[in-house]
């Protein structure tokens, strides 16, 4: 299961909820898109160090999901079928919908536009 952002957050502040979600799942897939918005959003957090090190144990466990050509011929896809439906998402997550057609993965988030995408799976909390 891909781990949207949002998911990532909620465990980071130990979302009970979510955390019972997650005990079904022996593996998670961390794309590297999540790992810098995730970053990006504790860059001015109070407790940054605390975050930083918690994503570090995070990413150690989870198989990180990099961007390639295949990943690239998905994301120009679903970008397309999404313009022509008028149903375009955010381009961040495309990408991470593109890693999850590629990988035939589901995807961990609170955001329902991903419902939007042919072929994926989002499982909510």
């Keep these: 299961m891909i781990l949207d952002t949002n998911a990532v957050s909620a465990l980071a502040d130990g979302v009970a909820s979510l955390e019972v979600a997650a005990a079904r799942v022996d593996v998670f897939a961390l794309p590297v898109i999540v790992i810098g918005e995730f970053r990006f959003g504790i860059l001015r957090s109070r407790h940054r160090r605390r975050y930083?090190?918690?994503?570090d144990r995070l990413v150690a466990v989870c198989n990180v999901l990099r961007l390639?050509?295949?990943?690239?011929?998905?994301?120009?896809?679903?970008?397309?079928e999404l313009r022509a439906a008028g149903r375009?998402?955010?381009?961040?997550d495309a990408w991470i919908a593109?890693?999850?057609?590629?990988?035939d993965l589901p995807v961990l988030s609170r955001d329902a536009h991903f419902?939007?995408?042919t072929g994926l799976t989002r499982t909510s909390w």
């Design 68 to 80: 390639d050509e295949e990943t690239a011929a998905h994301y120009s896809t679903l970008r397309e």
């Design 98 to 103: 593109a890693l999850a057609r590629q990988h």
């Design 52 to 55: 930083e090190s918690w994503l």
């Design 115 to 117: 419902d939007e995408v």
């Design 88 to 92: 375009p998402i955010p381009s961040n």
